[in-house]
């Protein structure tokens, strides 16, 4: 028995001969009714019979690369590489929903997901972030489409397990065909991260290592609050800077601390009312933050030739998600995984209750939880532990002594680690 559809034809036009760059195609336009929904257009065409077994490709509208050129996705890519492939073959049919941008959400939540992107986030933490479901389609339309053209079985043009479940699901028999770019893409973190949170089967080309000149070195200093970065990394700055120009990093950029969720967090956080997934929020802004960080200021002084001298680096990021319980190791590994390895890391161990006086001493303007006193020692085990894995270049230097002693063991370590890469 065929499984009903809830989307019902309401209306649709005769096939109209379209001619373009590709090819000759016959065009159709149909209304279609969801769940008693006022019906929404959507696009058939057709290459040759529609028969069974012919290639189908369902695509999703996407303004901003198909108009606009834009290469934050693969969509217009896709687009162009079934039209080939159905003009190559003399056969297929291509259905084609407006209603589909931005994986449903439309086109201004799109819009507004790309601003959350430009700060390090994939396409679904935007989505996330701005609190809009990441998959809102629905391919129902696609089968009744398929179905009204009589064709029972079908090679859909697809790398999302989605689509085959679901038209499966409406009894038509498919046998999948991947959509596999050939060179390295432009827009490859988006397809990696596709393959993560959304389970599309997808072959990429491996990727080279990501390299940079050998000089000038990388050096991010680390370590709980109150350890004595800020001092080090002036010390370390002024020897290095008698050799050459070094730039020292102290703060990220912190323009997410201005998003609704973080000063409320901030403030109310040491009172326990903020939920988990609100502290989780602001943690994935500030995740994005810190690759903002090395992406604006790090990697261009790089680029022009001056040493950099970081006080926060990643590692800092990892341990805040991990002390407060927020997230896994993988899950912070893909956030990161395209950043640079410092060339030397120093870790500066200092026992919590040393570091909450240190921070009491100077006033920070830290929330309670921030300067207590079992956070910071949560925070320092997981900076000895290393769980990200063990680098040869990341030292623990004792930061209780004098600081010109703590700065003698840092050059030393540092001029060392330089000089056997």
Known sequence: ????????????????????????FLLTSFLISEARQPPRTHLALVVGEPVDGVPIRIASACVTAEVFGCSRCDCGWQLD???????????????????????????????????????????????????????????APAA????????????????????????????IDVRRR????????GWRQYLESKVVEFGHTLDLPPQPPRTRPQRPPLIALCGIRGAGKTTQSRLLAQRMGSERSVLSTKQSTDWYKEHP??????????????????????????AADRLR???????????????????????????????????????????FGNAFEPDVTICLDVPSTQAAARIAWRADSLTSAEADPEFLEA??????????????????????????????????????????S
């Open 1 to 24: 028995m065929t499984p009903m559809l809830q989307a019902q034809i309401v209306d649709h036009t005769p096939p109209v001969a379209l001619a373009n760059g590709y090819g000759r």
């Open 81 to 139: 590489k079934a039209l080939r492939t159905m003009v190559a073959e003399d056969a297929g049919l291509l259905t084609y929903h407006p209603d589909h941008e931005g994986r449903g959400a439309g086109l201004h939540d799109k819009i507004r997901s790309y601003a959350v992107m430009d700060r390090g986030l994939t396409s679904s933490d935007a989505f996330d972030v701005l609190e809009i479901s990441r998959e809102q389609r629905s391919f």
């Open 144 to 171: 009744a489409i398929v179905r009204h053209f009589g064709i029972a079985s079908v090679t859909l043009l697809t790398n999302n397990p989605l689509k085959v479940e679901a038209f499966r699901g409406y009894g």
């Open 178 to 185: 991947s959509l596999a770019p050939t060179g390295e893409p």
């Open 261 to 286: 969720t973080v000063p409320g967090m901030r403030e109310h956080d040491s009172k326990g009312v903020i939920d988990s997934l609100a502290r989780a929020e602001a943690a994935l802004l500030g």
């Open 293 to 335: 960080h090395i992406r604006e200021q790090v990697e261009p002084a790089l680029e022009r030739g001056q040493a950099v001298i970081s006080d926060h680096w990643l590692y800092s990021t990892y341990v805040d998600f991990l002390a407060r319980g927020l997230a896994d190791l993988t899950w912070l590994e893909q956030i």
């Open 379 to 420: 925070a320092r085990r997981i900076y000895l532990a290393q769980p990200w894995g063990r680098r040869p270049s990341y030292f623990v230097v004792d930061g209780t002594r004098d600081a010109d002693v703590v700065a003698d063991d840092i050059a030393t370590l540092v001029d060392a680690t330089l000089e056997r």
